[in-house]
């Protein structure tokens, strides 16, 4: 399903323990440019740690991931030094938005977003200012500019917290669940914007508990389950006609709740 000649992320043989618990089994996953690739799965299915270990926020046990033309295998949880080099650069291709935002509260608005760009980046101030404000505006927030993240909504820090990644100029974005910790009325203003980013063709990874938005956004759909993928097609595939028993039954759960409540 994915054009090799344009890969963007790979993923192979991935595992990872947290002591006797093997969180992730072998996982094998590629995603080429212009890819949304929605994992979807129950709690503790291993999601959240697939995503964490592309940027190597956690290491790996064993397998390889790949960013473009680098690539690292770990062993036993640990880097050599020459792959925590390689980690730095894969890092600088990926752009991450955390479930809890990791805004840095004592920077405002603005200095959160060109944050990266100048001090990691090296890029001269004036075109990260310019750049930042343009990004803010695009996710509806440059009047913040010179607020502080303790005086905006949990959508309005999400939101800077996607202007922030994008600064970056990442190949791919990675989002850990990036709507769990709001309310259910600010839960829509995120999606927009992650919408408008999936119309552009941005290559994005989103760990998601949203069936409907991953539905209807996503090119595949990824479903997860004790460590495995179980599911991985088209969303016509996996939520029209799931060959895993475990992935319908999730499904069905899931619609089943949302049309009771």
């Known amino acids: 399903m994915t054009d090799t000649s344009k890969t963007v992320l790979s993923i192979a043989g991935l595992r990872k323990s947290f002591g006797a618990n093997e969180v992730l089994r072998g996982i094998d996953l ?43 295998s770990p062993r036993g949880g640990r ?43 090296g890029r ?11 990004l803010l505006d695009k996710v509806g927030l440059a009047a913040k500019r010179d607020a502080y993240p303790a005086h905006l909504s949990g959508g309005q820090q999400q939101r800077v917290a996607i202007a922030r990644a994008l600064a970056q100029h990442p190949r791919a974005i990675l989002f850990d669940e990036p709507t769990s910790a709001l309310d259910p009325e600010l839960v829509g203003e995120v ?3 992650i919408r408008s980013l999936a119309e552009e063709g941005r290559t994005m990874l989103i760990v998601t508990h949203e069936m409907g938005f991953a539905r209807e956004v996503s090119s595949r759909v990824v479903f997860l389950h004790q460590g495995h993928i179980e599911e991985d ?6 939520f029209g006609a799931p060959k895993s028993e475990r992935a319908r039954a999730f499904l069905a759960s899931h619609f089943d709740r949302n049309r009771q409540g």
């Open 79 to 121: 880097l050599t030094r020459a792959e925590e080099a390689t980690v730095r650069r894969m890092r600088c291709q990926l752009g991450f938005v955390f479930q809890n935002f990791n805004l840095w509260p004592h920077r405002t608005v603005l200095e959160n977003v060109i944050e990266a760009p100048l001090f990691v980046q």
């Open 124 to 134: 001269a101030r004036s075109e990260a200012v310019d750049e930042a404000m343009a």
């Open 233 to 238: 097609g088209t969303p016509a595939e996996v």
């Open 191 to 193: 999606l927009k914007v």
């Open 30 to 72: 590629a995603a080429s440019d212009g890819d949304v690739i929605s994992m979807i799965g129950a709690s503790g299915s291993g999601k959240s740690t697939l995503l964490r270990c592309i940027p190597m926020l956690e290491i790996p046990d064993a397998g390889t991931v790949g960013v473009g033309e680098d690539r690292v």
